[in-house]
């Protein structure tokens, strides 16, 4: 995975990330959750507690693709994804 096109080419449901690094620490951290919803603007993935968590795509200068992982830089914290099963 190369930019945000080659990752909402690959976004679809049944697909699966992994959140292994959040600056602030996750409930989720190092848990598979799959991917429920894929819109334009946002997508889902399924949460520990069960239910559905929405995030918006990030812009493209604040994320950065190394093979399967996936580094988003917002303001003043870094998520980092692995994504499964690409």
Not at 71 to 81: A, L, R, S, W
């Amino acid at each position: 995975m190369k930019n945000m096109a080659d990752f909402k080419r690959w976004l679809k449901p049944g697909k699966e990330m992994t959140l292994i690094e959040h600056s602030y620490g996750h409930k989720d951290i190092n848990l598979c959750r799959k991917v429920i919803t894929v819109q334009t603007n946002c997508f889902s993935m399924l949460g520990s507690n069960g239910k559905e968590s929405w995030l918006s795509y990030p812009k493209s200068k604040q994320v950065s693709f190394d093979g399967n992982i996936m580094t988003i830089f917002e303001d003043d914290f870094k998520m980092v994804y692995r994504l499964e099963n690409e």
